[in-house]
């Protein structure tokens, strides 16, 4: 458990911050099977905008959710839809989770989908 707890802490130090600057947050979760990707409002009371490997579209193109593969196409999926609401520029929330792998993956995908941040 502790190493949940220290996720945990790490990720309310980033939302603390974020939360300050009152930024469009893109929050992603992973699991060992899925990854998220959510764009929570200024607020952060609204979903605008969310993709994951969970979703149909997305599990014909990979059958498998849980590789770097699969992040990059939900990193340009949730790029697609932000930009179809309007929103350039958002705050990276990793949730705790280390600048690595799929959650680098999701990022650099989603930057080259046209996101800010």
Request: aromatic residues 6%; hydrophobic residues 40%; contains cysteine.
């Amino acid at each position: 458990m502790e190493k949940k707890q220290a996720r945990l802490r790490r990720a309310r130090k980033t939302r603390a911050k974020i939360a300050e600057l009152k930024a469009v947050r893109l929050t992603v979760f992973r699991t060992n099977c899925h990854i998220y990707a959510q764009i929570f409002s200024d607020c952060g009371t609204q979903v605008l905008a969310s993709a994951s490997t969970a979703e149909v579209d997305v599990r014909t193109q990979v059958p498998n959710g849980g590789n770097t593969k699969a992040a990059a196409i939900v990193g340009k999926l949730i790029a697609e839809r932000a930009k179809a609401k309007g929103i350039e520029t958002v705050a990276f929330d990793r949730s705790g989770f280390y600048y690595h792998g799929r959650v680098k993956a999701l990022a650099e995908a989603a930057r080259e989908g046209g996101l800010k941040f």
